[in-house]
């Protein structure tokens, strides 16, 4: 178990240059016209303990970042690290053997466990996939789990569509527990619930990385919910992460445009502050993925954009210790030069060079 303090230290998850594009087929022989691009060149690392959050409008990757990071798709391109073991090329063999250090929470409770199933059946495959525990001693760790995430033992013979919304998504992340994970993908867990019982949700969450020292990656869209639970904050914008930061600087001080957009429309508790506030509107749909804008992702809809916006990428950088960003409107000058890096890229372009 860790401490607060001593959460941050060592690196569990690194990712680098993570891509994940899914074929577009058409016509009798299916033949490849395409790439959904649903993550594209994405790079960051995750401490032990701690909880990040990733944040971004609907079909901007999220699921799939997650995903893809646990090995449930084949990552087109990149590097995957969970506790120094590359899994973007580990065969089924190896994936099985690490399976057990990284697990899932779904969003839809109902969906994701087997109707037909109980709750002990449910909370027990993993062991019985996994482990090889006596019958005893197996019914022993499904009550464990029970009573870790607040279930009443007496039900572990019920079936999910006995529980509530709130009960079924604690039987989830019991199931999840069950072969003690050191990392979970928290994947929208509490967007199918009622308002009133998320909170019960998150606190439950929180109070088992306390006591087990877990690892989460917290994907949502719910901005207000993000920053109650996550220590460092990413903003995905269509397949890439365009900022990435502490909590509270993200929060008081968005750098990017997009994050800056999309701050601007969570709700301010104090009417004062809130009549005040100004809102970022974008404009412009969000293009689609199988065909993303030159240059910066987020230039069709940008409020800021420049030229160079249109035709260069910006790379994803640390612009102050442990904040990063993708834009040029945070460009160094080279000073000897007069034009950074990027207006160079820009002008050889403009000149067809
Ligand atoms: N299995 C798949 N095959 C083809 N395209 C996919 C697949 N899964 C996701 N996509 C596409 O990838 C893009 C990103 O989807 P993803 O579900 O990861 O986004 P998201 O940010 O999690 O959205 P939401 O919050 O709505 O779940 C979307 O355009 C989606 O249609």
Known sequence: MLDRAERGHRKLVEIKGLKMYFPITAGIFRSKVGDVKAVDDVSFDIYEGETLGLVGESGCGKSTCGRVILRLYDPTDGSIRIDGVELSDADSGTLRKLRPT?????????????????????????????????????????????????????????????????????????RALALNPKFIVCDEPIAALDVSIQAQVVNLLEDLQDRLG???????HDLSMVRHIADRV???????????????????????????????????????????????????????????????NFCTRCPKVMEICHNVNPPFRELEPGRFAACHLYEDTD?????????????SIQQGV
Not at 148 to 157: E, K, M, T
């Open 214 to 220: 877990l690892t989460y990656l917290f994907i949502s």
């Open 335 to 347: 000073t000897t030069a007069g034009k950074t890096a990027a207006q160079e890229e820009l002008t």
């Open 234 to 296: 990413a903003v995905m914008y269509l397949g890439r992460i365009v900022e990435l930061a502490p909590r509270d600087a993200l929060y008081d001080r968005p750098m990017h445009p997009y994050t800056q957009a999309l701050l601007s429309a969570v709700p301010e508790p104090d009417p004062e502050i809130e009549t005040e506030r100004k809102r970022i509107i974008l404009t412009g749909d969000v293009p689609s993925p199988a065909n993303p804008p030159k240059g910066c």
């Open 102 to 174: 990284m697990q899932m929470v779904f969003q839809d409770p109902q969906a994701s466990l087997n109707p037909r199933m109980t709750v002990a059946a449910i909370i027990g495959e993993p062991l019985d996939e996994h482990s090889r525990l006596s019958k005893a001693e197996k019914l022993d760790r499904i009550y464990e789990l029970m009573d870790a995430v607040g279930l009443n033992r007496n039900f572990a013979n019920r079936y999910p569509h006995e529980f509530s919304g709130g009960q079924r998504q604690r039987i989830g992340i019991a």
